[in-house]
């Protein structure tokens, strides 16, 4: 088991892909929590991959969890299909719209403390938050 083995499972589309596929907010935010949902312990370990260095996970190659590998990301970016740290505009983030806040404290939360869950949970709220009002 690898991170290509990984990827398949939880990140199966890169960000970059998914939103030139033309994907909604709804698409980008499952994306997400598919891809931090395979950053659980056990889901690391099953594929023989382990945290290092606070944004990536290494096993046979090396994955970054940052704006770059982060659908939502790439569509807050005002030019759709590509990624521009400087340029993306939290703001317009669904996460942002929907809690008035950012993702920096959750995405934190991995990168000092290894747990995943309080982005998990995060973007499981903001989700619910969307479809319903997709549903209005």
Not at 8 to 36: C, M, N, Q
Not at 45 to 61: D, F, L, N, T
Not at 76 to 100: F, M, S, W
Not at 107 to 131: T, Y
Request: neutral net charge; glycine residues 6%.
């Amino acid at each position: 088991m690898t991170i290509k083995s990984w990827k398949l499972e939880f990140y199966p589309i890169t960000a970059l892909d998914l939103v030139r596929s033309g994907a909604t907010w709804v698409l980008a935010l499952e994306h997400s929590l598919l891809k931090w949902k395979g950053l659980r312990a056990h889901n690391l370990e099953k594929h023989g991959c382990r945290k290092v260095c606070g944004i990536s996970i290494r096993g046979a190659g090396e994955f970054y969890f940052n704006g770059e590998s982060c659908a939502l990301c790439h569509l807050a970016d005002p030019v759709k299909g590509r990624y521009n740290n400087e340029l993306c505009d939290c703001k317009l983030c669904q996460i942002h719209k929907v809690t008035g806040q950012d993702c920096d404290s959750a995405w934190l939360a991995f990168v000092h403390d290894d747990n995943p869950n309080p982005m998990i949970a995060l973007l499981v709220r903001v989700i619910e938050q969307v479809k319903k009002e997709v549903q209005e």
